[in-house]
């Protein structure tokens, strides 16, 4: 059976003193962990993370990519550089992504195939708006992101991971319930295994105001196989004892 990911989100915090600090902390409970941890860090802090998770078990995340592989593209990191810096997992569709930088289905698709291509396991984030939920839309919106990167990405979508992320659930304190949750993600598992014999393989993560209190009923769920976890993974209390319940 494979192990649960457990994948922290930084978003856009942190300085060189509080990633050590926190990187640190962390460690010093890395001693029994069961599952696959990562932090998704902002760009600037991939050198400084990766000298200080060099040969622990944490591996190193990035937040975005770009969906072009070199030139003029100013202020934009590309996926080969993400490698250079030993990233393992890179982001791409996150909700704020799409919701704040406008990208589409066709760009974030664009990007996981920049991270495959340099040999980075791309986090494809998929989720409904509060709106959409209510209107009844969750599995129509869900199936047609993740449809995107089964079209264009074909037999290699077993080398992604998933993560449902209920936009409504983002930040917000609110979390989808267990059961609620795993719906979503049996209908995620669904669409993988008619695109691929190896369905079983991928990670779906969920996440959305997953906490320390919450995290081991949602992991406890037959098709979530880790957690994509922002503001908790700020505290290293908090993402220790989400790691703890990932078993
Ligand atoms: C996220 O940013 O991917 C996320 C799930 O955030 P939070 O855990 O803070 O809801």
């Not at 059976?1 to 926190?22: H, R, T, V, Y």
């Not at 998933?162 to 949750?181: D, F, L, N, Q, R």
Request: glycine share 10%; with cysteine; net charge negative.
């Amino acid at each position: 059976m494979k192990k649960k990911l457990i994948a922290g989100n930084w978003k856009m915090n942190g300085s060189s003193a509080s990633n050590e600090a926190l990187l640190q902390a962390l460690l010093a409970g890395s001693a029994n962990w069961q599952c696959q941890v990562a932090v998704c860090v902002p760009a600037p802090y991939l050198a400084q993370v990766q000298r200080l998770v060099a040969g622990s078990g944490i591996e190193l995340g990035a937040q975005d990519v770009s969906q072009h592989g070199a030139g003029a593209f100013t202020g934009e990191v590309s996926a080969d550089m993400l490698k250079d810096f030993g990233t393992r997992y890179c982001l791409v569709g996150h909700s704020e992504r799409r919701q704040y930088h406008g990208e589409t289905d066709a760009v974030v698709v664009a990007k996981a195939q920049r991270a495959l291509a340099a040999g980075i396991t791309p986090v494809v984030c998929v989720g409904e708006t509060l709106a959409e939920r209510e209107a009844g839309r969750t599995e129509e919106v869900v199936k047609r992101q993740l449809a995107a990167a089964i079209h264009t990405i074909g037999h290699c979508i077993s080398e992604i991971v998933v993560a449902y992320e209920p936009v409504w659930a983002i930040g917000t304190g609110k979390t989808a319930s267990p059961e609620e949750a795993q719906q979503v993600h049996a209908v995620l598992r669904a669409q993988l295994r008619a695109a691929t014999e190896h369905a079983d393989r991928v990670h779906i993560l969920y996440g959305g105001s997953m906490n320390a209190a919450n995290a081991a009923q949602l992991l406890a769920q037959a098709d979530i196989d880790g957690g994509l976890v922002g503001g908790a993974s700020l505290k290293a209390i908090d993402f220790l004892s989400i790691i703890a319940a990932a078993h």
